[in-house]
């Protein structure tokens, strides 16, 4: 079986889902812009907050902002369960429903 030739890069994001990635990338943002190693990665997170502000749910990404932004997701998962199996009851509880925010944006929408 031939592999297809493109890809669909269109996700329908609900409300909450959409704020919920709109402030991570923000964040990245802030952490990454200062740096000129990574231009590349605040253009294509410009261009992922451009639009994730539009009031559309459907959004169509590019194959390189789709990556992106399923990478950094990746890496926040990893070290949430870090921080989590390290942390005492307090910082565990509230860690957990940030991880679980990820986790299932993470699993729904950028998972191969």
């Known amino acids: ?27 990245i943002l802030k952490q990454i812009s200062a740096d000129d190693k990574f231009y590349a990665d605040v253009r294509s997170f410009n261009s992922i907050v451009d639009k994730l502000n539009t009031p559309d749910y459907e959004i169509k990404f590019t194959k390189e902002e789709k990556t992106k932004l399923g990478f950094r997701l990746k890496e926040n998962v990893d070290h949430l369960e870090k921080q989590i199996k390290s942390s005492g009851f307090l910082k565990r509880w509230l860690y957990k429903s940030a991880y679980n925010q990820y986790k299932v944006l993470l699993d729904k929408y950028f998972s191969n």
């Open 1 to 27: 079986m031939a592999k297809p030739l493109f890809k669909n890069y269109t996700f329908e994001f609900d409300k909450n889902e959409k704020k919920f990635l709109l402030s991570f990338c923000k964040t």
